[in-house]
């Protein structure tokens, strides 16, 4: 089983609030991922990292930061979330260190903006 | 993106038979992998192929690469209601520091 957990796993909030959805490991992954997925079920990589104080961003344009400050955090943050961000956000691990290795992934956040 | 398309977008089929999921890719890889995912949950790992190998078999799983084509296919044997779910390939890049890509992902649907 895992060791990867999300919090919260359901979230409603107001439109214009700060949020931060969180993301534990207990694996020692080096790299972690935050995806963004449709209800049409597409995912959308939007953060992922490869270590300590390294982030990028990936395909999908999102008002959104993450922040990567010991190996086994990796929190999103919604500045001011919007209905648009209405969606589930998965979080993601591996180990880069074994170049013949798959991802462990969180249960998911859902998010709802009213 | 580094992604193309998974077909079909849905399938549906009876308890016993096989279904076969096709995707495309466009960039060089390292891996492909494939995932299921039931009801929106988090992702689970399925099985891997390396862009040396050309087949790999998990089970009733059977997986195919062909990397000048750039595409893959994941074939499930003797379907079984319990395997009704979404499937997703994902691509890991040659270089340093690149991330799982995903497809858009088939569902999968298998009545008794």
């Known amino acids: 089983e895992a060791d990867i957990y999300q919090t919260p796993r359901y979230l409603v909030i107001g439109t214009g609030k700060k949020i931060t959805l969180e993301c534990s490991q207990t694996?020692?992954?080096?790299?972690m991922y935050w995806y963004q997925q449709d209800p049409g079920m597409e995912l959308h990589l939007i953060h992922y990292s490869y270590g300590v104080n390294s982030t990028e961003k990936g395909d999908l344009s999102s008002e959104s930061t993450v922040s990567r400050i010991r190996t086994e955090h990796f929190p999103l943050t919604l500045e001011s979330a919007r209905p648009s961000h209405t969606s589930q956000y998965l979080c993601?691990?591996?180990?880069?260190?074994?170049?013949?290795?798959?991802?462990?992934f969180g249960q998911g956040t859902r998010l709802t903006v009213v | 993106s580094q992604q193309g398309e998974e077909d079909p977008q849905a399938l549906s089929i009876q308890e016993g038979e096989n279904a076969t999921m096709n995707c495309s890719y466009k960039t060089s890889i390292n891996n492909l992998q494939w995932y299921r995912q039931n009801s929106g949950r988090g992702l689970v790992h399925l099985i891997l192929i390396r862009s040396n190998e050309r087949e790999k078999h998990s089970g009733r799983l059977r997986v195919t690469l062909d990397t000048s084509k750039k595409s893959s296919s994941l074939l499930i044997t003797a379907s079984r209601a319990a395997d009704t779910a979404s499937y997703f390939c994902a691509t890991d890049g040659n270089q340093a520091g690149t991330a799982l890509i995903f497809g858009k992902g088939t569902t999968l649907s298998v009545s008794s």
């Open positions: 694996m020692g992954h080096d790299k």
């Open positions: 993601a691990s591996s180990d880069s260190r074994k170049p013949y290795t798959e991802a462990f």
